[in-house]
């Protein structure tokens, strides 16, 4: 079946209205269907995944090579897809919107922007209004793809609650259609988030072991990523193998 691009977007804003669904990581085709067999609902890219692929880091690749990567998910699958869209690919609101409007032509279901670059924070002020650029330039081309307002704070070393709560909720008064703090983990901080923008959703990052997805809906999440995590599985098991190859002249069994 193929689902036209205004029906993705749709279900994707009826996922985010209640309960709590899993949205996972694919970084290449083979990924992304694998995950379609297991029954995922909808997807999300992930910016280190894919610059694991092209054999570079995090940030190292440019708009244009996100913006392929992105055409190919969204129309290899039925599934909404939510784009990993860094910090725009600009700095000023201007550049983002441009950006903003380039990434809605590819035919992802939503997308997220960060406040911040190379390690830091962009001024508050600066960030909400490159949020609001991103809404106009999403309205501009007809309105439906979901916008996800992302504060880095917690992963560029400013683990600030009330800064973090002030910039969400800004965001949300800007026109973001979900929020997400990645790297809080603190399931007590989590819950304080979700009430302050309440009722607009809350995106989770799971991070380590002890994150639970029946804890985190139990406080209100709406949806919960996982980021990298599941391309760094499976280069941790490439290496794994390659190291079994190397150092002892065999491989472990297929599955």
Do not use: Q
């Not at 209205?17 to 997807?43: H, K, Q, T």
């Not at 800004?170 to 302050?196: H, K, N, Q, S």
């Amino acid at each position: 079946m193929v689902i036209a691009t205004a029906e993705k977007r749709r279900i994707f804003h009826e996922m985010h209205r209640e309960g709590c669904f899993l949205l996972p990581n694919p970084w290449d085709l083979g990924s992304l269907r694998r995950l379609e067999a297991m029954g995922f609902r909808a997807v999300a890219s992930t910016s280190s995944g894919l610059a694991w692929t092209r054999g570079r880091k995090d940030y190292e690749l440019d708009r244009a090579a996100v913006l392929d990567h992105l055409a190919e998910l969204a129309g290899a699958t039925d599934l909404p897809v939510n784009a990993d869209f860094e910090n725009g690919f600009a700095e000023a609101p201007e550049g983002v919107a441009e950006s903003v409007t380039l990434a809605v032509a590819t035919g992802i279901a939503g997308l997220s922007i960060e406040d911040a670059a190379d390690g830091r924070l962009y001024e508050r002020d600066l960030a909400v209004a490159r949020i609001a650029a991103a809404r106009a330039a999403i309205d501009a081309a007809g309105g439906d793809t979901l916008l996800v307002a992302r504060s880095e704070a917690y992963l560029v070393g400013r683990p600030d609650l009330g800064e973090v709560i002030a910039r969400l909720t800004a965001f949300a008064a800007a026109g973001a259609d979900c929020l997400y703090a990645p790297g809080m983990t603190d399931l007590d901080e989590i819950e304080a988030t979700v009430r302050a923008v309440a009722p607009k959703p809350i995106n989770v990052l799971m991070r380590g072991p002890d994150m639970r997805v029946a804890d985190l809906a139990a406080r209100g999440v709406r949806r919960v990523s996982v980021g990298g995590a599941l391309a760094a599985a499976a280069w941790a098991g490439f290496d794994a193998a390659a190291r079994l190859f190397l150092e002892e002249g065999r491989v472990p069994p297929r599955r």
